[in-house]
């Protein structure tokens, strides 16, 4: 899919090939006729100059956007929006998905599957959007019910983490669902991949939401990616364009982000989630904002 950019200078390269191929203009760049020949020759340097910057932009983007998510799940971008119970729902699942990643709409432990299929329907949207669905698998075992739904629901993708993922993975893909799983090891990644799951995401020490690792991102992502050969992303402390790009220079397929998203106007609950101590977040034991937190405000300006 090209971008914006590349289209408008698409645009501007098919006007000044038009205004070329004008016979008049043409013909009078011939002696004795230097005015319309400088036209002519003017607009031909600005063809080139036009064919130049698009080569110049499409080898950026392929450069920089050549992922396993971009080029085997088609996204625009290598940005897949973690499940956010609570937060994170369909609304925000349905904005980051048209906006080129993929949303994903958290379901917590004691939501109902009433809840779960309102706020598929509102991520899939009249457009037939792409989404996904992001669980735990302590919920699931208690739960069983929640899987039924979110299966009915019938999305791109469903995480399942913080328990094994193993007993999810065939039913999952009979329905044609694939399934992501958070990591916080490198044992936990080897048993994923065993297990057969499609997408491990990193889990690091920065991470908000629930965060059971003792290892922060970086160190963690390059000890997973020696071991696996399943497409790896990155989650944790990741907040800004500079982050993505960290990220996949680290040799992520991508990035797995949530906290910079609680200042999109599309999330729902309170905006107080990260401000400080004494809210749900910070308040909850194993429960907190990433420590790309202080970012977020810049990201809805």
């Known amino acids: 899919m090209r971008s914006f950019w590349v289209e408008t200078l698409i645009v501007s390269f098919d006007s000044i090939e038009k205004s070329l191929q004008q016979p008049s203009l043409y013909l009078s760049c011939q002696p004795g006729t230097k005015v319309r020949c400088r036209q002519y020759q003017k607009r031909l340097s600005s063809l080139e100059d036009a064919t130049r910057k698009i080569n110049e932009v499409a080898a950026k983007e392929s450069i920089m956007l ?11 971008y ?40 309102r706020e598929a329907a509102i991520a899939r ?27 009915e629901a019938n999305p791109f993708l469903i995480s399942i983490s913080f328990g094994s993922p193993a007993p999810y993975v065939e039913r999952l893909h009979q329905y044609g669902i694939l399934l992501a799983t958070q990591v ?18 990193v889990q690091g020490t920065e991470a908000g939401g629930h965060v059971m690792g003792q290892v922060s991102m970086l160190p963690l992502l390059q000890a997973v990616l020696d071991a696996v050969q399943v497409p790896v992303l990155a989650a944790g402390g990741i907040a800004s364009p500079r982050g993505v790009a960290a990220a996949l220079a680290a040799g992520a397929e991508g990035v797995w982000v949530g906290t910079a998203l609680l200042a999109s106007q ?35 300006r």
């Not at 400080?276 to 970012?295: D, E, F, K, M, Q």
């Open 66 to 76: 050549h992922t396993y998510l971009t080029t085997s799940w088609h996204f625009r």
């Open 78 to 117: 290598p940005i897949i929006g973690a499940p956010m119970a609570y937060v994170g729902r369909g609304r925000l699942a349905h904005a980051v998905s048209q906006a080129g990643g993929l949303g994903m709409i958290g379901i917590g432990s004691t939501e109902s599957v009433d809840f779960l299929a």
């Open 125 to 151: 949207g009249t457009d037939q959007t792409r989404f996904g669905i992001g669980m735990h698998a302590w919920a699931l075992e208690r739960r069983s019910d929640l899987l039924d739904a979110a299966i």
């Open 184 to 201: 916080n090891t490198r044992v936990e990644a080897l048993q994923a991949e065993q297990a057969g799951v499609d997408l491990i995401v």
């Open 266 to 300: 599309h999330r729902a609950g309170s905006s107080t989630y990260c401000a400080g101590p004494g809210n749900r977040y910070h308040s909850h034991p194993r429960v907190r904002c990433s420590a790309g937190a202080g970012l977020a405000p810049a990201v809805s």
